[in-house]
């Protein structure tokens, strides 16, 4: 699996646009670029993937740049319960292909 | 539709003693997976199971045993509990191996003293 590189901690005003970048320059075609991300000491939880075009579902959005070798994650209107750790991780489809966290950023939103 | 529970959410236990950590998922899921989070550091992968009656070694596997007898249930076994296994587990549970979610527990807070 690609290494993944992120900022270690974020700060964002409540009601902006939040957004996380994320460089996976050793990626390859196969792998997928998946987000997730941690509340406090609760489980992880999933965001979104996405393999090269952009994605966007009802939490977040996923722009993938077209070289692939970095993406960024954008909470359009964050809110204070969006403080957490956000994990990018790059990710292969052939075969298992564990999960491999790194540390993530830590994003915090304020008032 | 519970998703995937943790039991127990707490433990503290003596160095040598031994315990079992359990994780039931009840969406039919073939994967599972069993991670340790130590502080400041992300989530490492101990053990996963492919389906029933398989297991697999992951990262960090020394020290634990698991098990899949039943298809919703992955157990996680500490034979001699180390102060070196205080983490937090957690344990996840997916459709297939690649391009699908996982889904966590909340997590089982384990302290060896």
């Known amino acids: 699996d690609a290494k993944t590189t992120q900022p270690p901690s974020m700060d964002c005003a409540e009601g902006r646009a939040a957004n996380l970048p994320c460089n996976h320059s050793?990626?390859?075609?196969?792998?997928?670029v998946y987000w997730y991300r941690q509340i406090h000491s609760q489980g992880p939880q999933y965001i979104i993937h996405g393999l090269k075009n952009n994605e966007t579902n009802e939490m977040a959005s996923l722009i993938i740049t077209e070289d692939r070798k970095s993406s960024t994650l954008i909470l359009p209107h964050a809110t204070l319960r969006d403080t957490a750790v956000y994990y990018c991780i790059a990710r292969g489809n052939t075969g298992f292909q564990k999960l491999v966290f790194g540390t993530g950023t830590r994003l915090l939103v304020s008032p | 539709n519970a998703g995937v529970t943790q039991t127990p959410k707490f433990r503290v236990l003596k160095t040598g003693q031994s315990m079992t950590l359990l994780c039931a998922q009840d969406m039919n899921h073939e994967y599972m997976y069993w991670y340790r989070q130590d502080p400041g550091m992300g989530l490492r992968l101990i053990h996963y199971?492919?389906?029933?009656?398989?297991?697999a070694k992951g990262e960090v596997p020394d020290g634990y045993n698991v098990s899949r007898l039943k298809k919703q249930n992955f157990l996680l076994g500490l034979e001699s509990a180390a102060p070196s296994q205080t983490s937090v587990y957690f344990c996840?549970?997916?459709?297939?191996?690649?391009?699908?979610?996982?889904?966590f527990g909340q997590g089982t807070r384990l302290t060896v003293v």
């Open positions: 050793t990626i390859s075609g196969n792998e997928y």
């Open positions: 996840a549970s997916s459709y297939g191996g690649r391009n699908t979610e996982a889904f």
């Open positions: 199971s492919v389906g029933e009656g398989t297991t």
